[in-house]
């Protein structure tokens, strides 16, 4: 991802570090007996259950779950770039398949549409969907109403910001009154201005701008008759992007760049692209803030802003939007659908081990119930005392799965790179527009581009 313009694709796939688990420690939990009358063979070095996955975050909850049930788990990880076309063929011929893959909401939409998962609604989760958000439990069922595949967190998104600067500029660092100014675009360009007086600037770079040009009636990219939709709001990414730029509004840090990861710890070089920090450089700048899904908090900001730690909040931007998300589901041709289901019911369902991994790994979990209990008077030393799970959980109600296509991931990293040839100079306006247009089509020539 070298390249700022990216940070729009990473907001809405999240492919580096959605699913990105926090490091295992190795350690088991301990629980009673679960009346699972599997026989062991934990000692016998037999596979019972085969994983897909593209990531090691499910190897805490396996470690438990052998624990818990005797067996012994294959977690087979395949790297992202190589996932789909690994895992593919395997599905559809059923050679070497698993009993249990994952997959990213970039391919959960079409995998869903398949025959790869089995109908969860045939060991009874349909009962279960009142203890998650509609958004995420929605997005794993197919078209025809089945319920193929579940997750266990929930990714809204939020700007977090420097509470420091936020007292010193606007006289308060209170999430509630940050929100207020933040509501709208006009808003965020109007703090982006104070910042810029102050010394400071609104973002590393203009990416962070992008999950709010959708507006609060947000269309989807393509409609029911495979129409690129080009609203308003989705155009005005141009205009805010360059207002941005223009304005010297963001520190021209590219997302996930050496100097991207630095400004959340201190002052940084202006415009240094993907250039390593160097110390006492001339033209330093200091950023206010970032935008980030949920799993930013513990997977980016806690891990690479050590030097800041308790000066941060988060709160909302102009609209709500989420970034990623990983959903587990059975292959349908699995000959271990009952203890795999057991698998996921742990995972998505379960108080007692889901109480222990909140707080094993600090993500916003997709089960309501334990997330009112871990939420209740919870306290967030990084976030200055702040309660991000009451605002990440309200953040996820106003997300509509309604508006999530396929195509998502994609076009928004072809329309992240025409603002970004616009914004850059490269082409005009219009140049930069026919050009996404070009290239949707090109991708994807059953989608009809406007004239």
């Known amino acids: 991802m070298k390249n700022s ?42 596979v019972d259950l085969v994983i897909n996955s593209f990531t090691d975050e499910l190897q805490y909850p396996i470690d438990v779950f052998e624990e818990r049930h005797g067996v012994n788990i294959d977690l087979q990880i395949i790297p992202t770039e190589n996932y789909v076309d690994t895992l593919r063929p395997a599905l559809e011929s059923g050679s070497g398949a698993p009993d249990l893959f994952t997959a990213e909401i970039i391919y959960l939409l079409d995998w869903a549409e398949q025959d790869y998962w089995a109908d969860l609604g045939e060991f009874g989760v349909e009962d279960w969907s009142d203890d998650y958000p509609e958004y995420a439990w929605e997005l794993g069922r197919s078209q025809d109403g089945e319920m193929k595949a579940l997750t266990w967190q929930v990714t809204p998104g939020g700007i977090f910001y420097r509470r420091s600067i936020a007292e010193e500029v606007f006289g308060t660092d209170d999430p509630d009154a940050m929100a207020e100014q933040f509501s709208t675009m006009d808003g965020l360009m109007d703090a982006g201005e104070q910042l810029k007086q102050a010394g400071y600037r609104l973002f590393p770079d203009e ?35 360059k ?26 070089t202006y415009n240094a692209g993907w250039d390593e920090m160097e110390e006492d450089s001339d033209g330093m700048t200091e950023v206010f803030g970032v935008s980030l899904p949920s799993w930013g908090l513990p997977h980016v900001l806690k891990t690479d802003a050590t030097e800041t730690a308790g000066d941060w909040a988060v709160t909302s931007g102009p609209s709500s939007y989420f970034g990623g998300g990983t959903w587990i589901g059975i292959y349908e041709g699995s000959e271990n659908k009952d203890l795999a289901f057991e698998f996921i019911q742990m995972l998505v369902h379960d108080e007692e081990f889901l109480e222990e991994w909140v707080q094993e790994t600090g993500d916003v979990l997709s089960y309501q119930p334990v997330m009112d209990t871990i939420s209740e008077g919870y306290e967030d030393e990084f976030l200055g005392g702040q309660n991000h799970y009451d605002y990440f959980l309200a953040e996820a109600e106003n997300i509509d799965a309604s508006n999530v296509t396929r195509y998502d ?28 247009y070009a290239e949707v089509q090109n991708a994807y020539p059953q989608i009809t581009v406007p004239e």
Request: charged share 25%; hydrophobic share 35%; proline share 5%.
């Open 207 to 241: 990416g962070s701008v992008s999950p709010f040009t959708m507006g609060n009636n947000p269309q989807p990219w393509v409609d029911e008759d495979e129409n690129l939709v080009m609203t308003d709001e989705r155009m005005s990414y141009f205009d805010y992007a």
């Open 409 to 436: 991931q994609r076009l928004e990293q072809m329309f992240g790179a025409a603002v970004g040839s616009y914004v850059d100079g490269s082409y005009s306006r219009d140049e930069a527009l026919e050009s996404f």
């Open 5 to 46: 313009w990216k940070l729009a694709t990473l907001l809405c796939g999240a492919v580096l570090l959605t699913a990105c688990g926090s490091d295992d420690n190795g350690d088991t939990a301990e629980t009673g007996d679960t009346g699972n009358d599997t026989e062991t063979t934990a000692d016998s070095g037999e």
């Open 243 to 268: 207002e941005l730029r223009d304005n010297e509004y963001t520190a021209l840090a590219p997302a996930w760049s050496p100097a991207w990861f630095a400004s959340f710890n201190e002052p940084i």
